[in-house]
């Protein structure tokens, strides 16, 4: 990785069930992981962090604008693995108090119906969506940062027994230390705490001025994934 300040660090975040967890990055050194029951919260606790790369979609298209160009661009960027990125819901749809009613606003506005999983995301989404104006929020896809440490599509799903030394041997390539005791953060989800370190490299990549976004050619103020 590119050397910035050494007192520098950046946090990378990935959503669970109960809230966010999150691990900080010096350089290639873990220097500490934590949970947070909401972003705001987590934001507050690591104000010292240069960038905060979150696994969760920032900006909504509304049903005009649909799909996401970035959705997209991830979905190709990422290859075989292009279903773990769900093209992000028009904002009417997400915005319904029911599923049915989502899928009816999907339906009105001319576009695919949106999934009980993608509806059930939109409490983390619009709970991020409150801090997108803080320069330090950037959104992240950890399969897209993993397929950029590959420098190609990986070859197995994340929650597979090959998909976790693939993900494994990648974080290891990449000069990340883990230690064997990850203390409390060790409890979490594998899959949910090697997204967070995805989140952190790239992370680490933005705060460095290496990262490259998706689409490419993304105008300012559209949405982009960073890897």
Known sequence: MTT??????????????????????????????????DFGALLTH???????????????????????????????FIGRMRSSVFVVPP???????????????????GVPGVSQQAFALRHKIFEVAQYSADSRVHEVHPEASFAAMHGAPLRHGKRTWNGYHERLALIAAAGIRLPDDLGDFGRAGVDDVLDAIAAGWTAWRIAAGVARCLPADAPVGAARIWY
Do not use: F, K
């Not at 660090?9 to 999150?22: C, H």
């Open 91 to 109: 904002r009417e749809a997400l915005e319904a108090p029911t599923h049915a009613d989502a899928v009816r606003a999907c339906r009105d506005a």
């Open 4 to 37: 910035i300040a050494s007192s520098e660090y950046v946090v990378g975040v990935d959503g669970t069930r109960d809230g966010w967890v999150a691990i900080r990055l010096a350089g290639t050194d873990p220097v500490g992981a934590a949970s947070y029951a």
């Open 46 to 76: 690591e104000a010292g962090a240069s960038v905060v790369a979150v696994d969760m979609p920032i900006g909504l298209p509304t049903a005009h604008a649909w799909p996401r160009q970035a959705d997209l661009a991830a979905r190709t």
